[in-house]
């Protein structure tokens, strides 16, 4: 063994030795139990040790069509696994089965930067469940499972994408032949960015502005084939091709699509919400929002994705951490573990809090949509307000948070973040998406801060409102100053998000009381607007975390990780924001003074047990896919031999110099 291999090794060897806690028991939390720690386990055993999934060479050497082939190649794979597989057969089988198997994290790293079958996988498929009559499942859900059929989810035209009414593409009935006419009007009505669309699928759930009768009755999902069953060529009357490469994701081939009086039958209208009869009648929905469906599961969705991607991110940037040795910390001495920079610390131990108040906030609002869905099945939509609300809140939270964390992850491991070997740039450019796509961050801030605003005036005439805002009104604004323990610490977020919103919600009434429509108004709030959405979202997270690690089971030297882990959380907020804090006395200066020197002791208190609980993630090395984050720590090594992989490096002298350098350096000519 090389002398830099053994002191990386023996760097995290001794890391591990200073482990305080139960790494299996924390595992099992991560996963959600002991049997779903040993069933993910069990489907990586037979995913992630197939030789299928390798690539030949890296995907960043292939050419765009070559990534695509290749990515392609694993995910159809991957289809041929799960119907091979008994267990996953079981579960699929079951009524939530699909969704659970969609939810492996791990599934993503089969494919490394977008998978063509996402779509057909996480929206399609829960598009033609929670959107399509028992009919039509029987129709199509089977041989979607099954990968008889791939579809893809089209509603965000080139002219639209946050503006849903907006959309242009028509669907209008003809009841003479019994068929829906499928039109793309302008250049800005083309279906754009939907993943798989561009070559992949031969199906689509499109949405489009329904007409019957002469009437426009908003956007509704429609199944459409897209491509021939058997040849694949695109059916006469759509056009429909991949928008070029993107930021990441270069393998999800993106698409556009456009119909010239496309014609399909009335019954691939999907019609689980409202219809229309076969003499052009309309039955309405209970309610309008409810074609929005699919866009809230997948919001929940992202809330676990995006906090699968920081796990990988700081898992990396940690063991990176403690392998680097890096300047003098006592002058003459041996250069320590960069790990041991309290700076370095602030950059590392943030996001493992983080990675649990987003977990544990996500599992949450997923409990809050089986529960919703649930009552909505049997009719009862009461719960939709809150459900949408605080699955906005927290895809938007989670999203920028996973994305700003894994770029604080990536610097801190200096310059060797930047190659595309530390696995950040991928990393970075999948989470960053999570910000844009399934509503753009800013306009799902707005639907929170909407719904933030109604409810406080509603509260404030004694109206009952939802659980998750309730506590606008009544003690809580007036609380008087708390104690620094935990409730107190949520008692201070409380009452300064309380105070925020009374402060917004007045202004807003006093711009319209001088005379501004209610719509000029609100946009003259909206970035105080955008504010209340975000500290109300941030308390959520902090409270469920806070009750989370107090309701959980644990062991007594598992509690105090995690109990200071959520305490680093709920302090550094407070200290980053503290001027929300002091401005309305929910804290005082010399409140935050204790807590920025408790923050201190919790860095140190969680420093030598930072390398075990991202052990405890139980990322494998081909999940993380990373030359500076492998179990062994053997970083130096793996990113000279991953340099020598270079299609450069096969010569000493490139074709190019012949080209280009050797006429300018005019060498023997
Ligand atoms: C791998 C990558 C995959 C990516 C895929 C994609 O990106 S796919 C593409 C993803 N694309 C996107 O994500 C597009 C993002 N855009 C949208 O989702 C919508 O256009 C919108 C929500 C911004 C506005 O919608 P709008 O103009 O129709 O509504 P409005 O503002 O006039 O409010 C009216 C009322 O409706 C309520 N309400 C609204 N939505 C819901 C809901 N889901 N549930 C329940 N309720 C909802 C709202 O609270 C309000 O209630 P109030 O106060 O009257 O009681
Ligand atoms: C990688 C990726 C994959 C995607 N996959 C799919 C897919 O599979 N299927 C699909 O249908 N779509 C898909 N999309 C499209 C995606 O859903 C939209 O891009 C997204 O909803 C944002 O809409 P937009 O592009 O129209 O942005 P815009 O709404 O034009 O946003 C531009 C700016 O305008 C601001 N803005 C817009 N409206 C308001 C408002 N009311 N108030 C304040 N500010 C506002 C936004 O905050 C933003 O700053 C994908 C997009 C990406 C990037």
């Given amino acids: 063994m090389s002398i830099m291999k053994q002191q990386c090794v023996s760097d995290l060897e001794n890391e591990r030795k200073n482990c305080s806690f139960d790494k299996e028991e924390l595992t099992n939390i991560v996963d959600g139990g002991v049997e779903k720690t040993q069933f993910r386990r069990r489907l990586e055993e037979y995913f992630l040790r197939d030789p299928q999934f390798l690539d030949s060479i890296g995907p960043d050497y292939m050419s765009h069509e070559d990534r695509y082939a290749n990515e392609l190649r694993k995910a159809c794979h991957m ?10 057969n079981q579960v699929i089988g079951r009524p939530d089965g699909v969704r659970s198997i969609m939810g492996l994290g791990f599934l993503g790293a089969l494919t490394r930067d977008g998978n063509p079958l996402q779509l057909h996988l996480g929206m399609f498929i829960p598009t033609l469940i929670g959107q399509g009559t028992p009919e039509q499942q029987e129709r199509w859900l089977g041989r979607a499972v099954l990968g008889e059929i791939i579809g893809t989810y089209a509603q965000t035209e080139m002219g639209h994408g946050t503006f849903l009414r907006g959309l242009e593409t028509t669907a209008t009935y003809d009841p003479s032949t019994q068929e829906f006419i499928l039109h793309t009007p302008t250049i800005t009505a083309t279906k754009w960015w939907p993943g798989g669309l561009g070559k992949t699928a031969n199906y689509a759930v499109v949405m489009a502005q329904l007409f019957t009768k002469g009437h426009c009755y908003g956007p509704h999902p429609f199944l459409v084939q897209l491509r021939d069953e058997k040849t694949h060529q695109s059916l006469p009357g759509l056009t429909v091709g991949e928008i070029g490469p993107r930021l990441g994701m270069n393998t999800s081939d993106n698409g556009f699509l456009r119909f010239d009086h496309f014609r399909i039958p009335r019954t691939n209208m999907l019609m689980k919400h409202s219809q229309v009869l076969e003499d052009g009648t309309y039955v309405k929905p209970l309610s309008s929002k409810l074609a929005y469906g699919t866009m809230v599961y997948v919001r929940v969705g992202i809330c676990f994705y995006s906090c699968h991607l ?11 951490s403690a392998v680097r040795h890096q300047s003098e910390m006592l002058p003459g001495m041996p250069e320590p573990q960069i790990l041991d920079y309290q700076t370095q610390q602030y950059k590392v131990l943030p996001q493992i809090a983080t990675v649990f108040a987003l977990l544990f906030a ?3 609002v997923g409990d809050t949509f089986i529960e919703a869905t649930t009552s909505m099945n049997k009719g009862n939509l009461a719960m939709l307000p809150e459900l949408h609300a605080i699955s906005c809140g927290l895809k938007a939270l989670s999203s920028t948070d996973s994305t700003s964390g894994i770029d604080i992850c990536r610097l801190s491991c200096g310059g060797h973040g930047y190659l595309a070997s530390s696995s950040f740039p991928r990393l970075y450019t999948l989470c960053t ?18 719904y933030l ?3 406080y005036q509603a509260a404030k005439r004694g109206e009952v409102v939802g659980p998750s805002v309730a506590y606008l009104v009544g003690k809580n604004t007036t609380e008087i100053r708390a104690d620094l323990s935990d409730a107190g610490l949520l008692g201070a977020c409380r009452k300064s998000v309380c105070a925020i919103v009374a402060e917004v919600e007045s202004r807003l009434q006093h711009l319209c ?9 609100w946009n003259n709030m909206s970035v105080f607007l955008v504010k209340c959405a975000q500290v109300h979202t941030r308390y959520y997270v902090c409270e469920k975390y806070v009750q989370a690690i107090e309701n959980l089971k644990l062991s007594d030297g598992l509690r105090t990780i995690l109990r200071n ?18 401005r309305c006395g929910a804290l005082t200066a010399s409140d935050m003074k204790a807590l920025e020197e408790e923050m201190g002791d919790l860095l140190a208190a969680l420093r030598p047990q930072a390398v075990s609980i991202v052990d405890a993630f139980d990322l494998d090395d081909f999940i993380l896919d990373s030359v500076l984050g492998s179990k062994d720590g053997n970083v130096y090594q793996r990113l000279y031999d991953e340099a020598l992989k270079s299609p450069l490096n096969q010569k000493d002298v490139p074709d190019a110099y012949y080209k280009y350098l050797r006429p300018l350096m005019k060498a023997n000519l």
Avoid: P
């Fill in 79 to 88: 289809i041929h696994k799960f119907s091979e597989n008994e267990e996953i």
């Fill in 310 to 320: 920081l796990q990988k991110a700081v898992t990396i940037a940690t063991r990176y």
């Fill in 362 to 364: 996500a599992r949450r």
């Fill in 433 to 450: 998406a999570t910000m844009t796509y399934e509503g753009e961050n800013t306009v799902l801030w707005l639907q929170v801060a909407r």
């Fill in 453 to 455: 605003i109604k409810s």
């Fill in 513 to 521: 009381s001088k005379g501004q429509d209610y719509h000029h108004a």
């Fill in 565 to 582: 882990l959520c305490r680093l959380y709920v302090v550094n907020h407070i200290i980053v924001h503290q001027g929300d804090f002091l």
